[in-house]
């Protein structure tokens, strides 16, 4: 952590109390103008931080910024966002991950407050306006490339258990479609750096409509997508639902290392709004109908079509139908 971040760290873990400029200086081994510069920066920055002469800084408000030193301050994860890069605004933190997966740790998280081509699957478009949390997570899991998908349910698992935290029905369309009241409100992008049988890194993006209006998406979406601020009637401390995702993440994480991958599967089918429908699956080659009866152990949906065939479909697009 930069010696900015833990000043401010300080400052947080002593909210509305004053912490003296001396006391801060000494704790970081730093000189009291130093302190008082990073506190000029963090003013600058658009954190309210009072002085007194006598008593020293205190945290009033902080802005609505996804600040690493506010995410890091009480932060229980071991390696989950231990090193958040921070952007106000990027082309897509996918990319700005993937560049620098191979010269970071395992567990760095790279976050922006907009971004201007954020990516969907198959190179769709992902609409990522101020408001939103837009981040991905560097991961290096020694495991082979086939099995990168069982990441991705993971993943999905984690934003649902999340959100599910701040009261909110949510659901999993597989592979990778998290739904409140059957709207879309987070989607997850999983890319792989990797040699043919072992996986170099892989970065975990996971967009969520947090605080984003979607009356002001584009016309074909604007039904079929929804926002925390919008389902909870308020804005939600985006500062607090990074925490616990990161959190729920190492979590899953490490239990999918320790326990292996039935124990998540197991989880998402609980939370599938999938299994059970009919649907219409559109792969690169192919559409198939079928009723969703399952996944399997790769993350793979299992449909029956109406002539009794069992299909497995690997990648594709999922679209729920009713039942006629
Ligand atoms: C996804 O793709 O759902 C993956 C989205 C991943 C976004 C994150 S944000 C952080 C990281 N950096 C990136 O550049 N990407 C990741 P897909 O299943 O292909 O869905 C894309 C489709 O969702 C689009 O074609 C639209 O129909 C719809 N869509 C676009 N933006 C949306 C939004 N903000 N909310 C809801 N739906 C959206």
């Not at 833990?6 to 081994?29: F, Y």
């Not at 009480?74 to 605004?89: M, N, P, V």
């Not at 478009?125 to 082979?144: R, V």
Request: charged share 30%; hydrophobic share 35%.
């Amino acid at each position: 952590m930069n010696i900015k971040d833990k000043v401010l760290e300080k400052l947080i873990r002593n909210k509305g109390k004053p912490v003296s400029g001396e006391r801060i200086a000494s704790e970081l081994s730093v000189s009291r103008s130093a302190v008082w510069k990073h506190i000029k920066i963090l003013r600058d920055e658009g954190f309210m931080i009072e002085s007194s002469t006598n008593l020293g800084y205190s945290l009033r408000d902080t802005p609505d910024t996804l600040s690493p030193g506010e995410i890091k301050a009480g932060l229980e994860t071991s390696f989950i966002g231990k090193d958040i890069k921070y952007f106000k605004e990027t082309e897509s933190t996918n990319i700005l991950a993937r560049g620098m997966a191979n010269s970071v740790e395992e567990g760095t998280v790279v976050i922006a407050e907009s971004q201007t081509g954020g990516r969907g699957r198959l190179g769709r478009k992902w609409i990522s306006p101020e408001g939103g949390i837009w981040l991905s997570i560097i991961l290096k899991p020694k495991m082979q490339p086939q099995y990168a998908s069982r990441i991705t349910l993971l993943a999905g698992v984690c934003v649902a258990k999340t959100i599910r935290g701040f009261g909110l029905p949510v659901k999993i369309k597989w592979p990778n479609d998290v739904l409140i009241n059957g709207k879309k409100v987070c989607g997850i992008l999983t890319e792989i750096g990797a040699e043919v049988d072992m996986i170099d890194y892989l970065i975990v993006g996971i967009g969520i409509d947090a605080n984003v209006d979607t009356e002001s998406f584009p016309e074909e979406i604007r039904d079929s997508s929804t926002s925390l601020k919008k389902e909870t009637g308020k804005e939600i401390n985006r500062v607090d639902f990074v925490k616990k995702l990161l959190e729920e993440f190492e979590s899953l994480y490490l239990k999918f290392q320790k326990e292996g991958f039935p124990k998540i599967l197991e989880e998402w089918r609980n939370m599938s709004a999938t299994i059970g429908e009919w649907v219409k699956i559109s792969t690169q080659t192919r559409t198939i109908y079928g009723e969703a009866i399952g996944v399997d152990n790769e993350g793979a949906l299992i449909l029956e079509t109406s002539d009794g065939q069992l299909e497995k479909i690997v990648a594709g697009n999922c679209e729920h139908l009713r039942r006629t």
